[in-house]
């Protein structure tokens, strides 16, 4: 069984930087498609970026595209989201998910998640 915890959420203004981390544990890391979710109030979840067991390669979503970055590091067992040029619309419970079978939304979600951490963004 994975375990995942998420951490390095909080309250920001608009504009400002949060990078979030989460690690895992319970199988290789390397082993396995990490990405990240969103939640926010009344609003179904979004994929945010994904990335898979090496770290080469990566997905981020359109709404965050240019603003987010996704990295890993497997020495560690730690996954990260860099948020840059943060808006009030990232405000969410952002979660991590792990999966062994790929990196698709239904993988995630077969997989292991985190108890999410809240990012709240004022302007």
């Known amino acids: 069984q994975v375990h995942v915890e998420e951490s390095g959420g909080g309250s920001v203004q608009a504009g400002d930087s949060l990078r979030l981390s989460c690690s895992a544990s319970?199988?290789?890391?390397?082993?396995?498609?990490m990405g990240w979710f969103r939640q926010a109030p009344g609003k179904d979840r979004e994929l945010v970026a994904r990335i898979s067991g090496s770290g080469r390669s990566t997905d981020t979503g359109d709404s965050v595209r240019g603003r987010f970055t996704i990295s890993r590091d497997n020495s560690k067992s730690t996954m990260f989201l860099q948020m840059s040029n943060l808006r009030p619309e990232d405000t969410a419970v952002y979660y991590c998910?792990?999966?062994?079978?790929?990196?698709?939304?239904?993988?995630?979600?077969?997989?292991?998640w985190g108890q999410g951490t809240q990012v709240t963004v004022s302007s």
């Open positions: 319970g199988r290789t890391f390397s082993d396995l498609f």
């Open positions: 998910a792990a999966s062994r079978w790929g990196w698709r939304t239904i993988d995630f979600e077969a997989g292991s």
